[in-house]
């Protein structure tokens, strides 16, 4: 960036965000980078993640879109399946076991759960109305199905374990006396 038009634009406002409605200038510090190769980083906090993905094999890269691919059609349908249920305030903490229990499955697919998601993925380019697209009609059906009676205990009692500390909390706070001034 110039330090001249920086400086020149915090002299007439104070505020160097000003700039960014400045179309003219939005292009020129765009045109500016067009040319740089490498990536582009969001801070420090984020060296690592960009570190990873530097050293990482095209085949492991390729599997990390698979399965962001799968899970932007699968977590929904789990969320929806789930808040079905009106499991009230214990709803995010079954919604966060479910989805670890997903992600384990994901890395070791029968063959014909690993057909099914292609399926579900070929579905998904086809330009559908989500309620016309059959296999994603099966999500849930498969969901169940891929869950084990292991992941059915574990979901149940992280459950059970949330609900027994919110009903605690309750009779705690309804136990504690209201001052009136």
Request: net charge negative; proline share 4%; glycine share 4%.
């Amino acid at each position: 960036m110039n330090d001249a038009i920086l400086a020149e634009q915090l002299r007439k406002t104070g505020n160097l965000m000003d700039l960014l409605n400045d179309e003219a200038w939005v292009r020129e510090a765009d045109a500016d980078r067009a040319g740089e190769e490498g990536p582009v980083e969001a801070g420090l906090g984020l060296q690592p993640y960009v570190e990873l993905i530097k050293n990482a094999s095209p085949e492991a890269l390729q599997r990390q879109r698979w399965t962001v691919k799968v899970l932007s059609i699968l977590l929904p349908e789990l969320k929806g399946w789930l808040e079905s249920w009106h499991l009230g305030r214990s709803l995010e903490v079954v919604y966060m076991e479910a989805q670890k229990c997903l992600y384990r499955h994901l890395r070791n697919l029968t063959p014909e759960q690993t057909d099914w998601i292609e399926a579900l993925l070929a579905e998904k380019e086809q330009p559908l109305p989500d309620e016309q697209k059959v296999v994603r009609a099966q999500a849930v059906t498969m969901l169940a199905e891929m869950f084990t009676a292991e992941d059915w205990q574990a979901i149940a009692n992280v459950a059970s374990q949330t609900m027994a500390k919110d009903i605690l909390q309750m009779g705690q706070e309804a136990a504690v006396p209201t001052l009136a001034i």
